[in-house]
């Protein structure tokens, strides 16, 4: 009687929670984070510094059963690498980590992929609302309602079925933004001498950074030579763009002009190399043939050298006979 207890408080929760669009949270996992909690780190050491100071933004989480055998964590002196420090945490690993006793070893081996994120704005109240009133949606539903079951985690499996195909069908799922990719800019026909006078400025200035991280007069003028750099950039490549455009329209009233053409072809900023052909294997062969062909006597005494051995050849095969 008290599991059917459980299960009608539970569809009751949870129709409640389809009604108001309130996320529902089937699991509660503890998890606590190893910084100020062991050996080896000092309370409030920065993991990162940046241009506007130093914060703790990086943190090693373990379960409460994990932490009774973590032996140490240390926070390491920042790396001309990155502005992030590398923290390490060390574990007793000849102790045997005790296991959660209402958790098997089936289910504790089994990996578990991350659930969806999905992305909430402003207008997504009404659209969770109004999505979750649509024919598959009550189906799901009332499949639930009318389902009898005593397990109380299918129960709730059912219910984070019915939430996540009303998410996915009116909220965007959200993504992973990939790194853009740096892209060269010493090859540009706007790439001047200012251009790589600023460039190595910049570049000066990051070393004197990564020699003493800690000065936070360095790295806030590195911060600003390398804003500076990117505005003397952007305003080479804008200026480029312009002239090029007010030149084509210039141009662009007699467009059977040759130089109509040509300055259409030369609207791309990148400076084309001029690649050698590659060389055939014809003329290898023919090159180390006349290499290993040619006569190294090229002086008068490697030729008389050359002779005097001649003679004394001679003179041996004659006393031979």
């Known amino acids: 009687m008290h599991i059917k207890r459980v299960l009608r408080h539970t569809k009751r929760a949870v129709l409640a929670c389809c009604e108001r669009a309130i996320t529902f ?29 130093t ?12 932490l009774l055998n973590v032996n140490s964590f240390v926070v390491k002196q920042p790396s001309y690498l ?16 005790p296991t959660n006793n209402t958790q098997n070893s089936s289910s504790t081996d089994r990996l578990t992929s991350l659930p969806r994120q999905f992305c ?10 109004n999505t979750l009133r649509t024919e598959s949606i009550q189906i799901l539903i009332r499949e639930y309602m009318e389902r009898h079951t005593e397990d109380v985690n299918v129960s709730l499996d059912d219910a984070v079925n019915i939430l996540t195909a009303t998410s996915k069908i009116c909220l965007k799922i959200k993504t992973k933004k990939s790194r853009k990719r740096i892209k060269a800019t010493a090859n540009k026909k706007w790439f001047d001498r200012e251009c790589r006078l600023k460039r190595h400025e910049l570049r000066k200035v990051s070393n004197q950074k990564h020699r003493d991280p800690f000065n936070s007069e360095l790295r806030e003028k590195f911060h ?6 990117k505005k003397l950039l952007d305003s080479k490549r804008r200026a480029f763009q312009t002239e090029k455009s007010l030149k084509l329209d210039e141009l662009g009233l007699n467009p059977n002009n040759a130089s109509f053409w040509n300055c259409l072809k030369s609207m791309d900023d990148t400076i084309v190399e001029n690649v050698p052909a590659p060389i055939s294997e014809e003329t ?11 006569d190294p006597r090229t002086s008068i005494q490697q030729q008389e050298i050359y002779n005097e051995l001649q003679s004394l050849e001679k003179e041996k095969e004659q006393l031979n006979y």
């Open 82 to 97: 990155s502005d992030h420090s590398a923290i390490v945490a060390w574990l007793n690993v000849n102790n045997s980590l």
């Open 55 to 66: 914060s703790v933004i990086d943190y090693v989480i373990c379960d409460q059963y994990t």
């Open 25 to 53: 949270v089937p699991e509660i996992i503890w998890r606590v984070t190893i910084n100020d909690r062991t050996n080896g780190d000092t309370p409030g050491r920065p993991t990162f510094h940046g241009k506007n100071g």
């Open 284 to 294: 290898w062969l023919n090159h180390f043939q006349s290499l290993h062909s040619k």
């Open 224 to 229: 600003k030579t390398l804003t500076d750099y």
């Open 120 to 129: 909430w704005e402003s207008d997504s109240y009404l659209k969770f609302r």
